[in-house]
């Protein structure tokens, strides 16, 4: 009976670890789909970040128009003679429309409804992303409809309070009365307060943590980490590398170069980086607002910002 007995023993301890081996079996396949289900959704946030990260253009184009039209509207407020009429209606209408950028989330919400199963190596990625989904996008948001309301009461009071409002061409004089007046001055700044030191910067601040999310994500998927949503391509680099000497202050220079197929410059010594962001192909926006813009000719090449120019000889 002894024997026996030892013999169902053993057959017993070969059915458990059957049922543990395939337990074990079970689960790693169930990990393994989940893995594999959380790669695609990860590809697919990476689609978006690019498609978001394109779409902030849109806005840095927009501002660059209107920083340009309010810069001219400040430099030329005691000069306006100087202006042409289609300038004067440009300063007119400067707070009277907008520009809103579409940033999904489709595949971040995707993602964040499969938490349980995100392996540990996406772990940092989900947190950035987050931060940057319910922080930075909010704030890009929260702006597009802060400007949307703002150019409404723009509207309203014009309605209200110009009489020229319905007009479809008005008299230069009169043109020059309205845009010289203090409540039109102080719509012009506040419109400009609002778009380039909120809306503009907030875009700034998702679109360089938007790259460094895309980035982390590509690493762990063993992609591209350089995707041509914010690569720099040779013939613009091209353009826009070098060193320039200021006109202003000779012993000034500015200094343009790439790194990992994305433009930056220095100053003189500084050695503080800042990225350019080419938009077109003669306009740039730095990492801190600022604008930039680029004209060559046969002789050398000129970047151009608010308080400098800045000129390399071109070699033939």
Same mark, same amino acid.
């Given at each position: @009976?002894?024997?026996?007995?030892?013999?169902?023993?053993g057959e017993? *301890?070969?059915?458990?670890?059957?049922? &543990?081996?395939?337990?074990?079996?079970?689960?790693?396949?169930?990990?393994?789909?989940?893995?594999?289900?959380?790669?695609?959704?990860?590809?697919?946030?990476?689609?978006?970040?690019?498609?978001?990260?394109?779409? #902030?253009?849109?806005?840095?184009?927009? /501002?660059?128009?209107?920083?340009?039209?309010?810069?001219?509207?400040?430099?030329? =407020?005691?000069?306006?003679?100087?202006?042409?009429?289609?300038?004067?209606?440009?300063?007119?209408?400067?707070?009277?429309?907008?520009?809103?950028?579409?940033? $999904?989330?489709?595949?971040?919400?995707? &993602?964040?409804?499969?938490? %349980?199963?995100?392996?540990?190596?996406?772990?940092?990625?989900?947190?950035?992303?987050?931060?940057?989904?319910?922080?930075?996008?909010?704030?890009?948001?929260?702006?597009?409809?802060?400007?949307?309301? +703002?150019?409404?009461?723009?509207t309203t009071?014009?309605?209200?309070?110009?009489?020229?409002?319905?007009? #479809?061409k008005m008299?230069?004089?009169?043109?020059?009365?309205? !845009? +010289?007046?203090?409540?039109?001055?102080?719509?012009?700044?506040?419109?400009?307060?609002? $778009?380039?030191?909120?809306? &503009?910067?907030?875009?700034?601040?998702?679109? %360089?943590?938007? !790259?460094?999310?895309?980035?982390?994500?590509?690493?762990? +998927?063993?992609?591209?980490?350089?995707?041509?949503?914010? @690569?720099?391509?040779?013939?613009?680099?091209? +353009?826009?590398? $070098?060193?320039?000497?200021?006109?202003?202050?000779?012993?000034?220079?500015? =200094?343009?170069?790439?790194?990992?197929?994305?433009?930056?410059?220095?100053? $003189?010594?500084?050695?503080? =980086?800042?990225?350019? *962001?080419?938009?077109?192909?003669?306009?740039?926006?730095?990492?801190?607002?600022?604008?930039?813009? !680029?004209?060559? #000719?046969?002789?050398?090449?000129? *970047?151009?910002? =608010?308080? %400098?120019? /800045?000129?390399?000889?071109?070699?033939?």
């Open positions: @009976m002894g024997k026996y007995f030892y013999y169902a023993i017993v *301890i070969l059915i458990v670890l059957g049922i &543990l081996i395939a337990v074990e079996v079970n689960n790693n396949n169930e990990n393994n789909k989940s893995n594999q289900k959380i790669d695609l959704i990860m590809q697919d946030v990476l689609i978006e970040l690019s498609r978001n990260i394109g779409n #902030t253009h849109s806005l840095f184009r927009f /501002y660059n128009q209107k920083d340009s039209i309010y810069k001219k509207y400040v430099n030329y =407020e005691f000069s306006f003679d100087e202006l042409t009429n289609e300038e004067l209606y440009e300063i007119y209408n400067l707070t009277q429309d907008i520009t809103e950028i579409e940033l $999904g989330q489709f595949a971040y919400e995707h &993602l964040t409804n499969n938490l %349980d199963v995100i392996p540990s190596k996406y772990k940092e990625a989900v947190e950035d992303l987050t931060k940057l989904n319910l922080s930075d996008k909010k704030g890009v948001e929260l702006y597009n409809i802060k400007m949307d309301e +703002l150019v409404n009461d723009n009071y014009r309605v209200q309070n110009n009489p020229f409002y319905s007009s #479809t008299l230069r004089d009169d043109l020059i009365k309205i !845009i +010289l007046d203090w409540r039109f001055k102080n719509e012009a700044k506040h419109y400009w307060d609002t $778009g380039i030191n909120g809306h &503009l910067n907030y875009a700034l601040t998702y679109r %360089d943590k938007a !790259i460094k999310c895309y980035q982390k994500i590509a690493k762990s +998927l063993d992609r591209p980490i350089i995707d041509q949503s914010f @690569m720099v391509d040779e013939k613009t680099f091209e +353009l826009w590398e $070098g060193v320039y000497y200021s006109r202003i202050f000779p012993e000034r220079t500015l =200094e343009v170069f790439e790194v990992e197929e994305r433009l930056y410059y220095v100053f $003189g010594n500084d050695n503080v =980086e800042s990225e350019i *962001i080419p938009f077109s192909v003669s306009n740039g926006l730095d990492s801190h607002g600022n604008y930039f813009s !680029i004209k060559v #000719t046969a002789r050398d090449t000129t *970047i151009i910002n =608010e308080y %400098d120019l /800045y000129s390399k000889v071109n070699n033939h």
